[in-house]
């Protein structure tokens, strides 16, 4: 189980390696980043930031569930349940 802390640690992560991929300042990501939201969140993007997030969390997402880690909130659900 994660604990709140380490959740909260997990979305923090995950917006600044948002931001990095993005090259958009953490501060200027919306309150809940996802690709209907950021314009530079394009397929090329997506697949960056899959393999940043690969690197960050040493862990590996399986490609079919890239496709449904359009947003922040699916990213750190996904990662959250890893760790359990």
């Keep these: 189980m994660t604990s709140d802390s380490d959740t909260a640690t997990v979305a923090r992560r995950v917006r600044m390696v ?10 200027d990501l919306p309150d809940e980043p996802a690709t209907h939201n950021l314009r530079r969140w394009d397929s090329l993007h997506h697949m960056m930031l899959m393999l940043a997030l690969e690197g960050e969390f040493g862990l590996r997402i ?9 947003s922040a909130a ?3 659900a996904h990662i959250n349940g890893r760790a359990g």
Aim: glycine share 4%.
């Design 62 to 70: 399986e490609p079919e569930a890239t496709p449904s880690l359009t």
């Design 18 to 27: 948002l931001g990095s991929v993005l090259q958009v300042a953490e501060a």
């Design 74 to 76: 699916a990213i750190e």
